[in-house]
């Protein structure tokens, strides 16, 4: 069972290799049926991406942009995880707060920054606080309902055990926490680094959002396609360089039992 757990493993990493590799060939092909300007080959995108790495602009943009995510990330983590974890176990707070939830998952994050930039001002404290409130009531709901789904035969084995609180939330709580933990932090992540760039189009010092709205005021194409390779490169070796490790590594049980 477990060979055949690592035979699929094996199939999805060269398919994952591969799937790069054919976006880059249909971009290339259609770059070569629709020549011009606007329309850039993936090559000449390449080329712009080392001009612009080589002047230093884009690490400083990309550097900009990375810590506002990350800071914005573990703060909406922290209280998302907290709040969940609240509301999963007490009904009162639950009811009390679930509306607060929904009109935080449904309120367009555009008029949080806009109003939060009135408010404080093209802070970065602003820019951090919006994308925080923009991601906060998601990971609420995602680690509410894991909560939620705990079994009641593990909290009754603990209690009849008597094991003491530390004991209980590593070894009953925890395990059967952790997938929604990573499910939060995987969705979350992917909402932190979209809204961080829209963000950044709206006002700020820098960053890659922030030189996008610079180009494109020159029409650039091929500079703009150029941070976003740049910017999905990064996305993706966080994703297979360290979320997917990480979630393989901590749940490595579930693996071997499948």
């Known amino acids: 069972m477990r060979a055949a757990t690592q035979e699929r493993q094996g199939h999805g990493i060269r398919w994952e290799i591969v799937s790069p590799a054919l976006l880059l060939i249909v971009w290339q092909a259609l770059a070569m049926l629709y020549p011009g300007r606007l329309f850039p080959t993936p090559i ?44 999963g176990r007490n009904r009162i707070l639950d009811r009390l707060f679930s509306a607060w939830v929904i009109v935080g998952l449904n309120m367009p994050a555009i008029v949080i920054a806009i109003v939060l930039y009135i408010w404080l001002g093209l802070t970065e ?42 004991r209980r939330l590593r070894l009953i709580f925890w395990p059967q926490l952790v997938p929604y933990v990573l499910a939060a932090a995987r969705t979350g992540l992917s909402l932190v680094w979209k809204i961080v760039l829209v963000f950044e189009v709206l006002g700020s010092d820098g960053g890659v959002g922030f030189r996008i709205s610079e180009l494109f005021q020159f029409f650039d194409i091929k500079g703009i396609l150029a941070y976003t390779a740049a910017f999905i490169l990064v996305v993706l070796v966080f994703e297979y360089g360290v979320l997917r490790p990480l979630e393989r590594s901590v749940l490595k049980w579930r693996m071997d039992r499948a």
């Open 125 to 166: 404290f602003a820019l951090i606080l919006a994308v925080v409130v923009n991601k906060v009531p998601l990971v609420i709901t995602t680690i509410r309902e894991g909560v939620r789904s705990f079994s009641a035969d593990y909290d009754e084995l603990g209690r009849a055990f008597r094991f003491p609180l530390l």
């Open 44 to 87: 000449a995108v390449a080329q712009q991406m080392w001009t612009f790495s080589a002047s230093g602009r884009l690490p400083l943009d990309m550097a900009k942009t990375l810590t506002r995510a990350a800071i914005a990330f573990f703060i909406s983590m922290g209280i998302g995880s907290i709040i969940g974890v609240a509301m």
